[in-house]
């Protein structure tokens, strides 16, 4: 009986362990199941320490706006420490173009970073991580990645309150609006306004 306990402890340590260290990634936000008529696409990915590239299969537009919502922590390997996605080892990239991806708001103790961008480029949407030697690192990062049918500022904002309304407890979601609301009196003037 002993020894049943020992090996049923162990197994769910074990499980645990690998869960945390190598990442069980679920979505930062919760979507309704259909989408609203003011998002073009919603996809959540899941990048791995070991990732040079992945493509998000997310094809964008030069000056499409897109929202990332990324938590999580990466552990290089050889002692350099862990990261969060607000940090200089996590980039983007637009078809060919790499541009490096420093989100606006950020909380680096909590492991996240939320930003609403303008497409500097076309081409499908990359996330990866930088690092000569990437196969020995640990962790990942749960990206949640929105592409917004509208250029409505107002509208985004909008969406992100009724979202913080359903989950207020979700941090990601309370970041990424306040980094909405601050920011969008610096981005372009909506077209009705000419």
């Known amino acids: 009986m002993k020894l049943h306990k020992f090996i049923s402890s162990f197994f769910y340590l074990f499980i ?3 869960l945390i260290i190598y990442g069980c ?11 609203p008529t003011i998002i073009k696409e919603y996809k959540h990915i899941v990048v791995y320490g070991d990732s ?8 964008v537009n030069k000056g499409n706006i897109l929202s990332v919502l990324a938590t999580g922590k990466i552990d290089l390997g050889g002692g350099w420490g862990s990261f ?36 500097p480029y076309s081409g499908y949407l990359h996330f ?5 030697y990437p196969q020995n690192n640990v962790g990942s990062f749960s990206l949640d990645i929105i592409v917004w049918e509208t250029d409505d500022w107002v509208q985004i904002a909008d ?16 970041h990424a609006l306040r980094d909405i609301n601050y920011f969008r009196t610096d981005l372009p ?6």
Not at 25 to 35: D, E, F, H, R
Not at 107 to 114: K, R, Y
Not at 128 to 132: A, K, L, P, S, Y
Not at 189 to 194: I, L, M, S, W
């Open 84 to 119: 969060g996605p607000s940090s200089s080892i996590f980039f983007s990239r637009f078809g060919q173009n790499y541009y490096s991806f420093l989100p606006y708001g950020y909380a680096p103790d909590a492991g996240m970073s939320f930003s609403t961008l303008i497409s």
């Open 128 to 132: 990866g991580i930088r690092d000569e």
């Open 16 to 18: 645990s362990s690998f």
């Open 52 to 59: 040079t590239s992945i493509n998000t299969g997310i094809y």
């Open 25 to 35: 990634a679920t979505p930062n936000i919760k979507m309704p199941k259909s989408l």
């Open 159 to 174: 969406f992100f309150e009724n979202m913080k309304t359903k989950d207020p407890q979700n941090e990601t979601i309370t």
């Open 189 to 194: 003037v909506q077209k009705e306004d000419f």
